[in-house]
């Protein structure tokens, strides 16, 4: 069976684990994790010898990034040159976004102008928020629905087909085992949008409780998002592909043992027969997008989780759809690309580079940000995409929205299953030699500053950059990958510099089960082993499993808790430059942080 992949938007707790590639696996029940993870409470340069450790692990913290309203880039002479300045405005914590969140408000209109416009105008009007709550203010603008050709005007067209999804019987039952006493049963999808007498839809307004979950505000904004990104795609770039109805199911919550109902707090496109695999019936099971109905958050409410998600359809289910490999190890850069374009195109159709303002409030992706490979390399693909969705947009600054969308789109359109950054910045420079042939050096000078081309994904082994850096391993049988079915390697190597033969080498990091094994609250010990190789990193040869190529391979001792740590006796090595790999022998993901090497 051909697993298929499922894209979440990515929330802090609940990100959604992916199935991966077309490599043959059992199905991975993605949905049954992001369904239990409503039900979990929140879970919490090369360097030279240092023999002692710290007291105590330093917590995990990756964000060692500009803030968004400082300077965006400044190449000092490593790349196009000058100093690129965006003025945004700061953005508030999560807290402070739903606390302040302004009601939503009618639009000031003057009767007899709404009356002509109605008159002058073939094509149906409704409010919708433009951007999210959030940004506009809880205020809605009116705008006019295209495409609408169902007989009784419920929110269907060649291009859209949205339904409500309500917290009532009548919906699909979960056909997976979940491992609870009662069964899970999704809510029930339903059309309940129609025109007024005069054909509009004006006066369906959001509720004063944006955790509504049967409201009819969000089958508006679910059609209204779905068409406008539908039309720049095939209008800006002809892209013929998305001139399908995609079914768009908004409201979506599920119900345990038809007792009570819970949020769900994320967005997920499927592509066609992931419900299928997966034992779930709804109502199509063609590509679909779904829009959770969350405690506090309508994600249906914020445009940029809907066209990020529509960004995803456009993209493909099967271009940029797996994670990969090569000689280092494990690469999660097809995925964490398919990303960046679901971030770019969006932000960059808007001109707010903050993706996410309102559904992910601080935590909200900024392609203002600085990121870089191998810096920023963490083997999770909504991180490690803003590597080149902040390259892209970085590009954007310099040559500006229309030739970087074109470029970008053209890049995107060539890509496979399993391209990786660099074969897509050889795509993007292929597409501005032959779209815009004055910008590709600078393109290239981008890409290179990024890391999207040249990076060799090998960090120093050494200070605080290092122990605050988390990194994800695929499991065995999470990752997809036939090839790494005995172990799977780190996204990344640390290196070592000027080492005697007589240090003794000690490792120690926090490891835990990640994705789903973390949200479903079980899964094995973590057994994470350690390679080092002197003089060269570790690498793998593939005949066609993946043979390791490293000198010593050190096993794993648990020094209480989630703390593990690896030793390497005196004189194991010679003197000079080592290389360390983790290495995962678990079937699941795992996550390894507060990495310490003496």
Wanted: some cysteine.
């Amino acid at each position: 069976m051909i697993t298929r992949r499922l894209d979440a938007f990515d929330r802090p707790r609940q990100c959604a684990a992916s199935q991966r590639t077309s490599s043959t696996l059992p199905a991975i029940p993605v949905l049954a994790a992001l369904l239990l993870a409503a039900l979990l409470p929140a879970g919490p340069a090369a360097c030279s010898s240092d023999k002692s450790f710290d007291d105590g692990l330093a917590e995990s913290d990756s964000s060692e990034h500009v803030p968004p309203d400082a300077a965006m880039l400044d190449l000092s002479g490593d790349g196009p040159g000058g100093e690129v300045v965006v003025d945004l405005m700061p953005r508030p914590s999560a807290d402070v976004v739903r606390q302040d969140m302004p009601e939503a408000q009618p639009p000031e209109e003057d009767v007899a102008e709404t009356q002509q416009r109605e008159e002058e105008e073939d094509l149906p009007w409704a409010n919708v928020f433009l951007s999210d709550p959030y940004e506009d203010n809880g205020k809605t603008t009116p705008v006019q629905l295209k495409h609408i050709t169902s007989p009784d005007g419920a929110l269907t067209g060649p291009y859209a087909d949205v339904s409500n999804c309500l917290q009532e019987d009548g919906g699909a039952v979960v056909g997976f085992d979940t491992g609870l006493d009662y069964p899970i049963q999704i809510c029930h999808e339903v059309q309940t949008v129609f025109p007024d007498k005069n054909g509009n839809y004006i006066k369906i307004y959001p509720p004063k409780k944006y955790s509504d979950g049967n409201d009819q505000f969000a089958e508006v904004m679910g059609y209204y998002q779905v068409n406008a990104m539908h039309d720049y795609f095939h209008d800006v770039h002809g892209h013929t592909q998305v001139d399908v109805s995609l079914y768009t199911l908004v409201n979506f919550q599920f119900s345990v043992g038809a007792m009570v109902w819970f949020a769900f707090d994320n967005a997920a496109y499927l592509p066609e027969g992931s419900l299928e695999d997966l034992g779930v019936n709804l109502k199509y099971d063609d590509d679909l997008i779904v829009m959770g109905q969350g405690e506090e958050v309508d994600y249906s409410y914020d445009g940029d989780v809907i066209r990020h998600e529509y960004t995803h359809f456009a993209v493909g289910g099967n271009r940029l759809a797996g994670y990969s490999f090569d000689e280092y190890g494990f690469d999660a850069s097809p995925l964490s690309l398919n990303e960046a374009l679901a971030d770019f195109f969006p932000s960059s159709m808007s001109g707010d580079p903050v993706l996410g303002a309102y559904s992910l409030g601080g935590s909200a992706r900024d392609l203002t940000e600085i990121r870089k490979c191998p810096e920023d390399v963490m083997g999770e693909a909504h991180y490690d995409g803003q590597i080149a969705s902040s390259a892209l947009w970085h590009l954007r600054a310099l040559i500006g929205k229309e030739k970087t969308e074109r470029i970008a789109y053209a890049a995107m359109f060539v890509s496979g299953a399993s391209t990786d950054f660099e074969e897509f910045g050889l795509n993007v420079l292929d597409a501005a030699a032959d779209l815009y042939p004055e910008v590709a050096p600078v393109a290239e000078q981008v890409l290179r500053y990024h890391g999207v081309l040249g990076c060799l994904r090998i960090v120093p082994g050494c200070g605080e950059a290092t122990k605050k850096k988390t990194i994800l391993i695929p499991g065995k049988w999470t990752s997809g990958i036939d090839e790494f079915h005995k172990y799977v390697p780190a996204p990344i190597q640390y290196v070592l510099a000027a080492r005697s033969p007589e240090d003794e080498l000690n490792v120690r990091a926090v490891a835990g089960v990640a994705g789903m094994a973390q949200l479903l609250g079980g899964g094995d010990e973590p057994n994470v082993w350690l390679a080092v190789r002197h003089a060269a990193p570790v690498r793998y040869e593939f005949t066609p499993d993946a043979e390791m190529v490293r000198d010593v391979l050190v096993k794993p001792k648990k020094l209480g808790g989630d703390v593990y740590g690896w030793t390497l006796p005196a004189r194991s090595l010679p003197a000079g430059t080592w290389y360390l790999q983790f290495i995962n022998f678990t079937d699941i993901d795992v996550a390894i942080s507060g990495v310490e090497i003496r």
